[in-house]
Structure formats: C-alpha cells, structure tokens
C-alpha cells in the first residue's frame, strides 16, 4: 500500500485497501510473512541472546528470570490480544471500504496504553504473593522483584508499539513492522551487555540492566511506530470524544479481550506447569525456561504466519471473499506440518549441544535438552494452532480462538502434564505439552476446515 501524505489522515478519511483481497493467495502469504519472519526473529533472537546473557550471572538468576517468563508473557499476551483485535477491526474496515480507520487506530493506542498503566501498577502490588505461590525460593525474591519493577512499567511503551505496528499490518505494511523491530531488538542487545555486567568502570545491574536495556529500545520502537503511523495516514489528528472511543473500544474489545485471553491462556498454563516443575528443583525450571527461548526462536516462521492470517483473514472477510481464507488455510497447513518436521528434527540431533551451550549446569542443560528432544515432535500442529486462532480472530469469531486454547493448555496440557510428572518426572511434564499440541492442532484444523464450507460454498452459490 503506498504511503499517504500526513494531512489525508482525518477522522473522515481512510487508507487504500492493501490488496489482500485479490492476487494469488500462496504468494502473496509469503510476500507479507517474510517481513514478519524478520521482526519475530529479531526479537526472539535478541530475548535469546538476553537469555545467555543472564545465564553468565549464574543459576540462581537464570532461576529467577525464568520464574517470571509465564508472568511476563501474560503482559504481552494482552498486547497481541489487543494487536489483534486492532488488526481484525482495521483490516475489515479497510476491506470494506469503511471510512475512520484513523480515528480506530488513535483510540486503539489510547485504550492499550491505559491498560498497560492498569497492568504495571498490579504487578508491581502482587509481585511477592505471586511468585511465593509459583514456588520461587525466598532467596529469589528480591531478584525477580528487582527485575519486575524496571520491566511492567517499561512493558507499557512495549504494548502501545505492538497496537501501533499490528494497525500498520492490517493495511499491508508488513515491511515497517520487520525494519522497527529488528532496529529495536540491536538497540536493545547493544545495550544490555554493559548494562547487565559494566562497562568502562561502571558496576553492572545485573537483571535490573536487563530490564532498563528493553525500556530504552521499547521506547524507540514507539517513536518509530508513531512516526510511521502519522506519516502513512493511518493515525487521525486530535483526541476523541468520549462516544467515539467508547463505540471504538466495543469493537476493539470485541475481538481483542478473547484474543487477550487466549493469548494469556498459553503463559497461565506455563505458570501451572512452572509450578509442577518446581516440585523437581530449581533447575528443571531454569532449563524449562532456556528450552522455552530456543523453542521461540524454533518456531518463528509460525508466529509470523499467523500474524499475518488475521489482518489477511479480516479484509477478506470484509470484502465479503471468505473462499481465500479457505484456500490460505490449506497452503498453511501442508506448510505447518512441512517445516514443523524439520525443525524437530534438528532440535532432537542438536538439543544437548544447544542446551550446553546455555548452561554449564548438567541439570539445567538435562532438562532443556530433554524438552527439545520431546516437545518439537508437535511444533507442526503448535503452528497450525497459531494460524487457526489468528483466522478465526480476523474472521470475527474470537469465541472459537478462546475455545481452542483453553481446550489446548487447560483440559490438555495441564492434567498430562501433571500426570506425566507423576509418571515419569520432569521428562513427562514436557510429554504433557506435547501431547497437548497434538491433539488440539488436529481438532483445530478439523474445526476450520468445517466451518469454512457453508461460507464457501455460498459465495459460490450468490457468485452463480
């Protein structure tokens, strides 16, 4: 989509369509996935990096950091959640023709960054209770808590960027999305080094310098994003009245809470199953946490697909052409299931040397080696989830997305795993969430496939 001038973006005014509604489906997937490949795998390879890095300091910091991944993830879980509801809401307005796009993107960044206020001062008020009821040593504490006061109010200017990029998607700027966050993630791995450990005489702070490194870099990404979004139309001048925002976050919210939730699921299973694995020692979830990095790394090109699938499944949707949202879905899954098999199998020949490379700890490394060995064997139908879920929220069903992921990590995930800790020890915890994945990526593409037909099939019959 060719960028507007600055003075186009009004409340009455709306960006061109993005094209997602005509074309060849399986090109133009990959031509607005590769973008996203390179944001995702620029952010996960700096929290990768961030990840050695923390492991330099020692196990017990490794521990603590890993403690509060499953926390940390439900903040940002609720910054996809309400990306999506963004991308889903812009995306049909774009494809619809609708005018205000701007209007619903100013209103979108107003309600994320009070949310993300709300979010900083409950963390901060639970940190102690929570964490002593995860399982985290007393002598952990006062590492987590040091981490966690520098990192919820910086997640705030994290989760206003991510709304800001997600409306750029929906109208086909993928590109944008790729150059900030990988121009984001060097800031951020160029300056956590010195941070965490010194430099030029200055002590290091340790988890502290870890958290500070991402403020500074969430910080520029919002500017960037800001920046783009006013320079390409797509952010209208001045505040909204009090009805508009309020009929802006109905729909927002419509998509964007269950999207929250089923993206808050994922780390309040991880939480669940952080806790059985405490009952095994420290250091299985240190290594729990390092395997949950590389597995991140492992699974990009999922996690950029199904970025992807919403906007493009919106403006379909709004264009009233569901039958490309059919034909994406097939493409996806022979992908899904193609790449998912490579991957596995290269975590299973490299998992022990990867995991050593994390840690000198022969437990700690044990246990991620282990996870990889296991848990990979699923990441096929893991990204079939993801791509599911994302077209079912730009489909305007997030009902069906919430559904899925409870049925995944709650009714799933957690009882296997408790059952195959009790079994078979921390190995059989991992063997829970793999099964886990198995099993519902098989229902979920069962589930989509189904209820595409009626749709397809009348458009077919209305186009005769």
Same mark, same amino acid.
């Given at each position: 989509?060719?960028?507007?001038?600055?003075?186009?973006?009004?409340?009455?005014?709306?960006?061109?369509?993005?094209?997602?509604?005509?074309?060849?489906?399986?090109?133009?997937?990959?031509?607005?996935?590769?973008?996203?490949?390179?944001?995702?795998?620029?952010?996960?390879?700096?929290?990768?990096?961030?990840?050695?890095?923390?492991?330099?300091?020692?196990?017990?910091?490794?521990?603590?950091?890993?403690?509060?991944?499953?926390?940390?993830?439900?903040?940002?879980?609720?910054?996809?959640?309400?990306?999506?509801?963004?991308?889903?809401?812009?995306?049909?307005?774009?494809?619809? $023709? #609708? +005018?205000?796009? =701007?209007? !619903?993107?100013?209103?979108?960044?107003?309600?994320? %960054?009070? @949310?993300? &206020?709300? *979010?900083?001062?409950? $963390? #901060? +008020?639970?940190? =102690?209770? !929570?964490?002593?009821?995860?399982?985290?040593?007393? %002598?952990? @504490?006062? &590492?987590? *808590?040091?981490?966690?006061?520098?990192?919820?109010?910086?997640?705030?200017?994290?989760?206003?960027?991510?709304?800001?990029?997600?409306?750029?998607?929906? *109208?086909?700027?993928?590109?944008?999305?790729?150059?900030?966050?990988?121009?984001?993630?060097?800031?951020?791995?160029?300056?956590?080094?010195?941070?965490?450990?010194?430099?030029?005489?200055?002590?290091?702070?340790?988890?502290?310098?870890?958290?500070?490194?991402?403020?500074?870099?969430?910080?520029?990404?919002?500017?960037?994003?800001?920046?783009?979004?006013?320079?390409?139309?797509?952010?209208?001048?001045?505040?909204?009245?009090?009805?508009?925002?309020?009929?802006?976050?109905?729909?927002?919210?419509?998509?964007?809470?269950?999207?929250?939730?089923?993206?808050?699921?994922?780390?309040?299973?991880?939480?669940?199953?952080?806790?059985?694995?405490?009952?095994?020692?420290?250091?299985?979830?240190?290594?729990?946490?390092?395997?949950?990095?590389?597995?991140?790394?492992?699974?990009?090109?999922?996690?950029?697909?199904?970025?992807?699938?919403?906007?493009?499944?919106?403006?379909?949707?709004?264009?009233?052409?569901?039958?490309?949202?059919?034909?994406?879905?097939?493409?996806?899954?022979?992908?899904?299931?193609?790449?998912?098999?490579?991957?596995?199998?290269?975590?299973?020949?490299?998992?022990?040397?990867?995991?050593?490379?994390?840690?000198?700890?022969?437990?700690?490394?044990?246990?991620?080696?282990?996870?990889?060995?296991?848990?990979?064997?699923?990441?096929?139908?893991?990204?079939?989830?993801?791509?599911?879920?994302?077209?079912?929220?730009?489909?305007?069903?997030?009902?069906?997305?919430?559904?899925?992921?409870?049925?995944?990590?709650?009714?799933?995930?957690?009882?296997?795993?408790?059952?195959?800790?009790?079994?078979?020890?921390?190995?059989?915890?991992?063997?829970?969430?793999?099964?886990?994945?198995?099993?519902?990526?098989?229902?979920?593409?069962?589930?989509?496939?189904?209820?595409?037909?009626?749709?397809?099939?009348?458009?077919?019959?209305?186009?005769?």
């Amino acid at each position: 989509m060719p960028d507007m001038h600055p003075a186009a973006a009004t409340a009455q005014t709306t960006p061109s369509r993005a094209g997602m509604t005509t074309g060849p489906v399986g090109p133009m997937l990959v031509r607005l996935t590769l973008p996203m490949v390179f944001a995702v795998l620029s952010t996960i390879g700096y929290s990768v990096a961030e990840t050695w890095f923390i492991a330099r300091l020692g196990p017990e910091a490794l521990s603590a950091v890993s403690f509060t991944f499953p926390v940390t993830m439900v903040v940002i879980s609720l910054a996809i959640g309400l990306g999506a509801g963004t991308s889903a809401v812009v995306a049909r307005a774009l494809g619809a $023709g #609708e +005018a205000g796009a =701007g209007a !619903l993107v100013v209103d979108a960044l107003l309600l994320t %960054a009070a @949310l993300g &206020l709300a *979010a900083a001062l409950i $963390g #901060e +008020a639970v940190v =102690g209770p !929570l964490f002593r009821a995860l399982g985290a040593p007393d %002598a952990l @504490l006062p &590492l987590i *808590a040091g981490y966690l006061r520098i990192w919820f109010p910086a997640a705030t200017l994290f989760m206003v960027s991510m709304v800001g990029l997600s409306a750029a998607r929906a *109208a086909g700027d993928a590109r944008f999305q790729g150059i900030a966050m990988a121009g984001a993630a060097l800031l951020n791995l160029a300056v956590a080094a010195p941070a965490i450990f010194g430099v030029g005489g200055m002590p290091g702070l340790g988890l502290r310098g870890a958290a500070l490194a991402n403020a500074l870099a969430w910080g520029a990404l919002l500017a960037a994003t800001l920046w783009r979004l006013r320079s390409s139309g797509l952010l209208s001048d001045g505040l909204p009245s009090p009805s508009r925002f309020m009929a802006s976050t109905w729909r927002i919210l419509h998509v964007g809470l269950p999207a929250a939730g089923t993206n808050t699921i994922i780390p309040v299973s991880a939480v669940i199953v952080t806790g059985i694995l405490a009952t095994y020692g420290t250091k299985a979830v240190a290594g729990f946490g390092v395997a949950g990095r590389i597995e991140s790394l492992s699974m990009v090109a999922f996690f950029a697909l199904s970025a992807v699938m919403n906007p493009f499944a919106g403006q379909n949707a709004g264009a009233g052409r569901l039958d490309r949202v059919r034909e994406a879905m097939r493409a996806t899954f022979v992908f899904c299931l193609g790449f998912g098999a490579v991957v596995a199998g290269g975590l299973w020949l490299a998992g022990p040397w990867i995991a050593s490379r994390f840690s000198a700890d022969p437990e700690v490394a044990a246990a991620t080696a282990a996870y990889l060995a296991v848990v990979p064997v699923s990441y096929g139908l893991a990204g079939i989830i993801a791509v599911v879920n994302s077209a079912f929220n730009g489909l305007n069903r997030p009902g069906a997305a919430v559904l899925i992921s409870v049925a995944r990590t709650m009714l799933v995930n957690v009882p296997v795993a408790w059952m195959g800790g009790r079994l078979f020890g921390a190995t059989g915890v991992f063997l829970g969430v793999c099964v886990a994945n198995v099993l519902v990526g098989i229902g979920a593409a069962w589930w989509i496939w189904r209820a595409t037909v009626p749709e397809v099939r009348g458009a077919e019959a209305a186009a005769g």
